[in-house]
């Protein structure tokens, strides 16, 4: 399984030079063909094309809740003498809107502009950083695959190239020049070329470091949200940078593994005890600009690492006295708080009311400290 993932993914071995792997595709209908044989990311839960288009707009408050979240982690790091960058990677869609399906008319706006907008306004201290221009300029050389929903490995160089300059005006860095890499090219079926029967195949462009620094030195295999990577790499500093990131972050992460010391990607939300662990240099988000996301997850996540922790807490100071506890934890459940595109995806209400009946069943010798459960593509997806 795990040669035939990487076979479409990447081209390459995920374990040669330095190589990450993205998960396996989905085949689904989530996909549109556009103009010239490309391809893009559609009636997705993002709804990505109706971002484009002006229709799935964030409401005023919820672009305050995200200036409000950048601020506050741009804040907590600088009280640590820490830097913080947030890098939007943008998406094919807004790269090459003129190769988007016929009949699309683009928006005024949409999500991650609002947001970018809002802080340029508010003339904010929240490092927010869009390499959309970048990309454009070079969009000849396929910093997106025709047939791929991620940036190519020359698009995340590009992006590399991009948030790594104020970077080096704090840090003293390495930072990769256009001399320093070797670009070569395969025809190879990306993840939105597979969801066709026969699959469609396309040119994809491969980023390799002419002399290497860095070396892959641990990765848990976790599937999506819950990996952690790092790297070391024989340089002339002693600096670690962190990133957040989702699967934005994976062809990026070898480019910024030879610029530190130590480079560690996890794919999560913003993890405050992950940073005080580490004790970075540098933390930055990469996060993908279809993702509308909720501003406030860095404050749930923390939250319900809190509760499972007090679940534990009392499973040993209350079981004595006979009571037990269990930390039952949803993924999106189909409730009215919700505004999902597709709500057939979501978890319905009972299957969280049949997990707490089936913990009132069990025994009393029985300990379950907590239960997991999660939609389908989101346990896939992570």
């Not at 699959?199 to 599937?223: G, K, M, Q």
């Not at 509308?292 to 922790?309: E, F, N, T």
């Not at 100071?317 to 999106?332: F, K, Q, R």
Request: hydrophobic content about 40%; charged content about 25%.
């Amino acid at each position: 399984m795990q040669q035939e993932q990487t076979e479409w993914v990447s081209g390459k071995p995920a374990t040669e030079e330095r190589r990450l792997d993205l998960p396996l595709p989905s085949l689904d209908d989530k996909v549109a063909r556009g103009r010239d044989g490309w391809l893009f990311v559609a009636n997705d839960s993002n709804d990505t094309i109706g971002q484009h288009a002006g229709q799935r707009l964030l409401t005023d408050e919820q672009v305050e809740q995200w200036q409000h979240l950048l601020e506050s982690r741009a804040a907590w790091l600088n009280l640590q003498g820490i830097p913080y960058f947030f890098v939007i990677a943008p998406d094919a869609h807004a790269v090459y809107s003129d190769m988007l399906p016929d009949g699309f008319e683009r928006g005024a706006t949409r999500p991650s502009l609002q947001v970018l907008d809002r802080l340029r306004e508010r003339d904010s201290w929240a490092p927010a950083l869009y390499p959309l221009d970048e990309l454009i300029a070079e969009r000849d050389e396929l910093v997106y695959p025709k047939t791929g929903s991620h940036w190519s490995e020359y698009g995340a160089f590009v992006g590399y190239r991009a948030f790594m300059e104020p970077l080096t005006a704090l840090l003293p860095v390495r930072r990769l020049g256009r001399d320093e890499i070797h670009l070569s090219f395969e025809r190879r079926v990306g993840d939105l070329g597979r969801k066709f029967d026969p699959p469609i195949a396309s040119r994809y462009v491969y980023v390799d470091v002419i002399a290497p620094r860095a070396e892959l030195v641990y990765d848990n295999r976790v599937r999506n949200h819950g990996r952690l990577v790092e790297f070391n790499a024989d340089i002339g500093n002693d600096l670690t940078c962190l990133v957040f990131g989702d699967s934005y972050a994976v062809r990026v992460m070898p480019l910024i593994a030879e610029s530190f010391r130590r480079s560690f990607w996890a794919h999560s939300y913003f993890d405050h005890e992950l940073v005080t662990e580490l004790r970075p240099d540098v933390v930055v988000t990469i996060a993908s600009a279809a993702a509308r996301g909720v501003p406030w997850l860095s404050v749930y996540a923390a939250a319900k690492a809190g509760v499972i922790a007090y679940t534990r807490a009392m499973i040993q100071e209350l079981g004595a006295d006979g009571v037990n506890s269990c930390a039952v934890i949803p993924g999106t459940v189909d409730t009215p708080l919700v505004t999902a595109a597709d709500r057939d995806a979501l978890l319905p209400p009972s299957d969280i009311a049949e997990v707490v009946r089936m913990l009132l069943r069990l025994s009393p010798r029985a300990v379950v400290p907590e239960i997991v459960i999660e939609p389908r593509h989101e346990a896939v997806r992570g």
